[in-house]
């Protein structure tokens, strides 16, 4: 088995801030990704990871900046916070890209005052 | 406008009863589906995929899916508070690299009273 690491679990942000959530995996995976989670709105793709060094936007990448630092870990940033924004962020996963078996951390829950 | 349409939001079912959740994608090269189960506070976990028209059976959770109507279904029998979650369908094109790019509906959630 293995696991996925969210930092930080929780997140409070001033108005236009950089914020930075971390992902780590020990799966050996190749693939890995970040979601966006809205109360309603279900899970939309932010970025993905094919493999290490590669990038890929999802639905969601205007205002977000993502990194993959090497093979197990994978960072977001947004780049400039908005005013009464929350969400939680997740980062998933999985063997390689042409499977829909990903594993998901537990989030990170970003609040904006 | 979102591309995998879930219903209904939310579903209550007695203990020992039937839960049937259901989900249609608008989009036509979405054939391949997923189901994953997300408790309060934790991520989603897949509880199975389903790729070809008919039944899908894994113990209490059989999946339906209708390729024509592009509707999939999810019946969990014999519910127990602990299935008590967020459910969401995900679906993709399954070409290819395509297979991992997900798109997720808003979930149903459901609740199993004891």
């Known amino acids: 088995g293995g696991i996925i690491t969210q930092t930080p679990k929780f997140l409070i942000g001033q108005e236009g801030q950089k914020l930075t959530l971390k992902c780590q995996q020990n799966?050996?995976?190749?693939?890995m990704y970040w979601y966006r989670q809205d109360s309603g709105k279900g899970l939309r793709l932010i970025y993905y990871?094919?493999?290490?060094?590669?990038?890929q936007k999802g639905d969601l990448s205007e205002g977000y900046d993502a990194s993959r630092e090497k093979k197990s870990s994978f960072s977001l940033t947004v780049t400039s916070a908005q005013k009464n924004e929350m969400a939680v962020f997740l980062c998933?996963?999985?063997?390689?890209?042409?499977?829909?078996?990903?594993?998901f951390g537990e989030g990170s829950k970003l609040t904006v005052l | 406008q979102q591309k995998v349409q879930q219903s209904p939001e939310s579903l209550s079912v007695p203990e020992g009863g039937m839960a049937s959740l259901n989900c249609t994608s608008s989009?036509?090269?979405?054939?391949y589906f997923w189901w994953y189960r997300q408790h309060s506070g934790e991520g989603p976990k897949a509880l199975m995929?389903?790729?070809?028209?008919g039944d899908k059976k894994e113990g209490r959770f059989t999946a339906h899916l209708n390729k024509a109507s592009l509707h999939v279904s999810l019946h969990i029998r014999d519910s127990q508070p602990s299935d008590s979650a967020l459910y969401f369908c995900?679906?993709?094109?399954?070409?290819?690299?395509?297979?991992?790019?997900?798109?997720f509906g808003a979930g149903t959630q459901l609740i199993v009273i004891p």
């Open positions: 995900a679906a993709s094109e399954g070409r290819g690299s395509a297979l991992g790019r997900l798109h």
């Open positions: 989009d036509r090269n979405f054939q």
């Open positions: 995929s389903i790729f070809s028209d």
């Open positions: 799966f050996n995976h190749d693939t």
């Open positions: 998933a996963s999985s063997r390689t890209v042409n499977t829909g078996q990903l594993y």
């Open positions: 990871s094919i493999t290490e060094n590669d990038l």
